[in-house]
């Protein structure tokens, strides 16, 4: 005979105060605690790069780079991989950057698409996937995505001083 147990929702407050298992990075999606291994090292190195990459654009404005910080909206906790603030004020970030993993891979591409757009506040969101080695780049305020390859460069319409080299970002991937 199989049993069904019900699922207890969270709430953001739950999600803060449960014990969490270091190794693992948590998310908070509609109630549910979504786990996923700490990120491999391909995927540190591409957000190393991307990191020093956006330091370097941003020098000189008001805008920061931050990595794996939680942010709540919704009753809905993420951890992007990469986000820029230029307001230091600012609870939600303007531009987001998830990396693909295998094991975030279909939540990064599926379900934060539309999370991240009702947020209104965010105006791009970066999908870097080292499979393929493409960068897509989703609008939110003129509505669009594009997806660059290797070779091209991307410049982003919500802070024009960003321009990346998509090949920079893999440099030493295989």
Same mark, same amino acid.
């Given at each position: 005979?199989?049993?069904?147990?019900?699922?207890?929702?969270?709430?953001?407050?739950?999600?803060?105060?449960?014990?969490? =298992?270091?190794?693992?990075?948590?998310?908070?999606?509609?109630?549910?605690?979504?786990? $996923?291994?700490?990120?491999?090292?391909? &995927?540190?190195?591409?957000?190393?790069?991307? &990191?020093?990459?956006?330091?370097?654009?941003? *020098?000189?404005?008001?805008?920061?780079?931050?990595?794996?910080?939680?942010?709540?909206?919704?009753?809905?906790?993420?951890?992007?991989?990469?986000?820029?603030?230029?307001?230091?004020?600012? =609870?939600?970030?303007?531009?987001?950057?998830?990396?693909?993993?295998? $094991?975030?891979?279909?939540?990064?591409?599926?379900?934060?698409?539309?999370?991240?757009?009702?947020?209104?506040?965010?105006? =791009?969101?970066?999908?870097?996937?080292?499979?393929?080695?493409?960068? *897509?780049? &989703?609008?939110?305020?003129?509505?669009?995505?594009?997806?660059?390859?290797?070779?091209?460069?991307?410049?982003?319409?919500?802070?024009?001083?960003?321009?990346?080299?998509?090949?920079?970002?893999?440099?030493?991937?295989?």
């Amino acid at each position: 005979m199989n049993a069904v147990k019900p699922l207890k929702l969270s709430s953001p407050e739950e999600f803060y105060a449960m014990t969490k =298992e270091e190794g693992w990075n948590y998310e908070l999606v509609d109630g549910f605690v979504m786990m $996923s291994p700490s990120p491999s090292r391909e &995927h540190q190195e591409i957000a190393s790069e991307l &990191h020093f990459v956006l330091r370097s654009r941003l *020098t000189g404005t008001k805008c920061r780079s931050i990595y794996e910080m939680d942010i709540q909206f919704n009753n809905n906790v993420y951890k992007p991989d990469m986000m820029v603030f230029c307001d230091k004020d600012a =609870e939600l970030p303007e531009i987001i950057f998830e990396i693909l993993s295998p $094991s975030t891979r279909q939540r990064d591409l599926r379900l934060k698409v539309a999370k991240y757009e009702e947020m209104k506040v965010v105006k =791009e969101y970066w999908i870097i996937d080292p499979k393929v080695k493409t960068v *897509t780049v &989703h609008d939110y305020v003129n509505n669009t995505a594009e997806t660059y390859g290797i070779h091209d460069s991307v410049q982003s319409m919500a802070r024009p001083e960003i321009v990346i080299a998509v090949e920079t970002l893999f440099e030493g991937i295989n």
